[in-house]
């Protein structure tokens, strides 16, 4: 499948994004159920319901941009999904599980901050400042997610495995 514009390009990836937060939102109650520590189940479980505000962005996006998105699946996402639950299978359950599923989850969120970073770049530079400022909110989100984790396993977790 060709990309000839950026208008394209910015198609292929928000279609990409839509697949990988979808991926996502099977992948996190998994998570949540194999995790040990209440918090990082809590963390988990809040995640899932941002995902879900997340997907919703996007459907706004594109329909705000009048844009059909491309039913494309976003491999990388599923590679990085298949590592965490590897994690899960390799581990029981307890704090050692607990730091692995932090850090599968960070190598996710961090996947999506660049993506998301892209999304935003590219809207910017087409002029689509609505659907800039929505990834926008999209990406603070990944971010936080993200400080949250590190946080968590600074704090506590990754001292307990
Ligand atoms: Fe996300």
């Known amino acids: 499948m060709q990309i000839k514009n950026s208008e394209e390009l910015f198609v292929r990836l928000l279609s990409l994004a839509n697949s990988a937060e979808q991926q996502m939102t099977k992948a996190l109650p998994k ?3 194999a995790a040990e520590n209440p918090e990082l189940v809590e ?3 809040h995640h ?3 995902t879900e505000g997340q997907l919703e962005r996007i459907d706004q996006v594109a329909s705000t941009l009048d844009i059909t998105l491309k039913r494309i699946k ?3 996402m599923a590679t990085l999904i298949g590592d965490g639950e590897e994690f899960i ?3 029981e359950k307890g704090a050692l599980r607990d730091a692995a599923l932090i850090g599968a989850a960070q190598r996710v969120e961090h996947y999506e901050i660049a993506g998301y970073g892209t999304l935003c770049a590219l809207a910017e530079e087409l002029g689509y400042t609505e659907a ?3 990834l926008a909110e999209t990406l603070a989100e ?3 997610t993200d400080e949250k984790l590190s946080t968590a396993a600074e704090t506590k977790i990754n ?3």
């Open 74 to 76: 976003d491999q990388s």
């Open 142 to 144: 990944e971010k936080s």
């Open 159 to 161: 001292k307990q495995a």
């Open 89 to 91: 299978e390799a581990t």
């Open 43 to 45: 963390m988990f479980e």
């Open 132 to 134: 800039k400022n929505i």
């Open 48 to 50: 899932l319901e941002e």
């Open 31 to 33: 998570l949540a159920r």
